[in-house]
C-alpha cells in the first residue's frame, strides 16, 4: 500500500452516498466515467446496513438479511444525517448517522478496490438542498471510513458535469429535475461552454421513492385489514416485507399497468391488484409538491420555461411514467435521459474528482494528456441552498428575528461581512446565533449554533469595534471569522455546532471501525 502510495497509482473515486442505493465511479485514460461494479457484481449497492450476531453486512446481502432481523437492521439512513438525536444501539454499541454511512462507503470502497487498486481519495455528493450540518456529516462519514474527501459536489451539479460531456450537451439552460430514493430537488444551471453555473436550486430532504413505497405499504394493510381484521403493519418483520413488495410493485406499475401484490400475515394470503391509474391517484399530491418546487425554481432563476433548453430526470424514480408525463407536461418539452438515471451522479461524481485533482496542479496518473486537458478546462460555480442569517433583537419591536446576511441562490463562494460595536465596557465576547433559511420568524429556520467571538482585547471601552466576516465556501459550509477593527487582528472565533461531532469524535469513530470488517 505504502509502495502505492509513494508512486502516486492510488484512485480518485465520485461516490453517490444515496438514500436507497450507492455507486462509485471512476474516469478511466480517456476521461469517461465508469461505474464499478461491487462484490457481487453489481453496480447498485443498497445502502443497507445490517449487525448480524457474527459480523457487519452491508449491500443486497442486507437488504436479505434485514428480512429476518428487521430490529438489527439501518435503511435509509441518510435521512439521519445531520440529526444530533439519531443513534443506532446495538451489541452494546452506539453508531452516528455518520458511522453507519461510513460502513456502506467502506462496502463500496473495498468492492471497486478489487476491480481498480487502491483508492485514497474520494468526492462524495450531496442534494444540493443539503444544509450544513448534513454537508458536515457526509465529508464526516468520508473521513470515519478512511478516505479523504476531496470534495463534496451537489448531486445535480454532479448530473449536469456527466449530460454535459455526451453528445447532446449543447450550451444552454438546464433543469435537472432529481427524485432519488429518499431526497428530491430541482436545479436550473447554466451551461456556457466550459462552465456549469448554478442559477436557482431548491428541494425537499424529505421526498423520494420511499414515500411512494410508504403510499402502497399503507394501502396494501388497509385492504388487507379489512379482509382478515388484522394489520401487517403491527409487525416489524412483516412491514419489512410488505416494504420490498411494494416498491417491487411500484418498479413493476413503472413498466405495465398493473400488478398483484401477495402480503401474509397472521397465517392469512391476501393478494392485491394495483393498476397503474390507482398508484398514481394514491400518490398524485407528492408529484404535485415536486412540481410546485421546480416551477419555484425556474422562477428563482428569472426564468420561464421557453428558456430552460433542456430538461434531465436523475434518480431511479424518475423511471415513473407520472414523472415524464408532468415533466413535459409543464415544461412543453420532449424529456429524455441522455445518461442513464441511476449513473449520472456517480458518473459526474467522478468528472468532478477528476477536476479537483487536475485544478490542484496535480497529476492524474490515470488520465492521457487529451483528456486531462479537456476536463482541466471545467468550471463548475454552485450556489447557496440556504439564506444564512444571524438572530438580532429589533430595535423597534424588541422582538428576536432574523437578519438575513446572504440570499439563498448567492453564488459561491460569498463572503457578507457586519461591524458590531461591544454593549459595555470591558466587553471581550460576543455571542451570535447563526441560522440557516430566510424566514423571519428565528424557530422556523435550521438553527446551525452559536458563533462565540472570544478574546477581544481588555480594558476597551463600549462601543469597540468588531468586524465580522460569515461566509459560504464552493461546498456550501459554513465559516466565520472576526477581527478587532482598532488593531485589525483576527480574533478567536469557533461556532458551536447544534449537531455533529468534534474532530476527536470523527478520529474515534474512525479507530473504531477501522477495526470491523464488513462480510
Ligand atoms: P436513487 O437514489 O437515485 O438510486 O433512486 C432510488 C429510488 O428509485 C428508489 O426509491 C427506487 O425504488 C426508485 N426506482 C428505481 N427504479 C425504479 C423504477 N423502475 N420505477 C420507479 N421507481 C424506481
Known sequence: MAETAKSGKERTVGIDLGTTLTKLAYVDHEGRPVIVPNAEGELLTPS???????????GRDARREALADPARSVFNVKRQMGNPKWRFKVDGETYTPEAVSALILKKVIQDAEMHIGPIRRAVITVPAYFDDARRKATEDAGAIAGV?????????????LA???????????ILVYDLGGGTFDATVIEKKGNEFITLATDGDVELGGKDWDERLVNYLSDRFRKEFGDDPREDLQALAYLWI????????????????????????WGNYEVTREEFESLTEDLLAVTQLTTEMVVEEAGLTWQGVARIIPTGGSTRMPMVQRLLERVSGKEVKAEVPVDESVAAGAAIHAAICVLHSDERMHELGAEAAERLGRIRTTDVAAHALGLIIKDAGTLQYRNDVLIPKNSRLPVSVMRTYGTA???QQRIILQVVQGDAPDPDANIIIGTADVTGLPAGRPAGALVRVTYSYDRKGRIHLTAEDQEAGELIATEITREAGLGPEEVSDQARRLSLKSIE
Open 424 to 426: 459595555y465596557d470591558g
Open 48 to 58: 443497507v446496513v445490517v449487525f448480524t450476531k457474527s459480523g457487519i453486512l452491508v
Open 163 to 173: 449530460y454535459g460531456l455526451t453528445k447532446a450537451g449543447d450550451d444552454g439552460v
Open 148 to 160: 479523504e474527501v476531496l470534495d463534496i459536489v451537489n448531486e445535480p451539479t454532479a448530473s449536469a
Open 245 to 268: 413488495s411494494s416498491e417491487e410493485a411500484k418498479k413493476t406499475l413503472s413498466r405495465r399497468d398493473k400488478t398483484n401484490v401477495p402480503v401474509s400475515y397472521k397465517g392469512h
